[in-house]
């Protein structure tokens, strides 16, 4: 996963510098308005983009370990790509849509299937938790673009990101099963409702 490139800069006027002196960011599905300034209180120049959404946002499903694209545990979606947000700068989102775990649907096939790996008998996509938000949005965003992945396209669209637990053979099976829709299991939906399995699934802790 590479960082985005590029600014859409939609959203507002910019100063001589050619810096905008606004940003505007749609974050899963709602439009958010910053100042843009070289120091202070606004945007600066070299935020990056899981600093706005994680500290301005307080949208903290979003995980930081790394911090210099290596683990891709900040995963998020960027106009429809999977994009490692500790290495993008928030000027570069302005004016596109930025999608993190908080704005996936609770039944979204890849959140069951992460969830129905927790069951016993079924392997395990979840130790820690603190990886699974990166791998839930880095396993959306492929299956978006490829909804019927084979096994190796699922370990290379995966590629990007770490497991520090080891969890590999639990997360492929995981994707594999939400492509063929084949997370409903009611087993699913207890870990759905079980507040320990929800924090885990969706990074809710910070």
């Known amino acids: 996963m590479a960082k985005a490139r590029g ?28 100042a843009a300034c070289a120091e202070g ?9 899981s600093h706005l959404l994680r500290e301005r946002l307080g949208l903290t499903g979003l995980k930081l370990s790394c911090d210099e694209g290596a683990c891709g545990a900040c995963t998020v979606i960027l106009d429809g790509k999977a994009v490692l947000s500790c290495m993008t700068l928030a000027v570069e989102a302005d004016g596109r849509s ?45 299956l978006d673009e490829n909804p019927a992945p084979t096994p190796d396209e699922i370990k290379d669209g ?26 409903s299991s009611p087993k699913a939906d207890g870990v759905l409702r079980s507040p320990e399995g929800a924090s885990r699934k969706t990074g809710g802790a910070r």
């Open 7 to 34: 600014a859409a800069g939609k959203a507002g006027g910019r100063r001589a510098s050619g810096q905008p002196e606004r940003i505007k960011i749609r974050v899963n599905g709602v439009w958010h308005e910053f």
């Open 41 to 49: 209180a606004g945007v600066e120049a070299s935020e990056t983009l």
């Open 98 to 142: 930025v999608l993190t775990i908080e704005g996936l649907p609770k039944d979204d096939p890849v959140i069951r299937a992460f969830a129905q790996q927790c069951e016993p008998g079924y392997g395990t996509a979840l130790q820690c938790g603190y990886c699974t938000p990166g791998f839930v949005m880095a396993s959306r965003a492929l």
């Open 158 to 183: 995966l590629s990007g990101n770490i497991c520090r637990c080891g969890c590999y053979a639990g997360i492929a099976r995981a994707v594999w099963h939400a492509s063929r829709q084949d997370a």
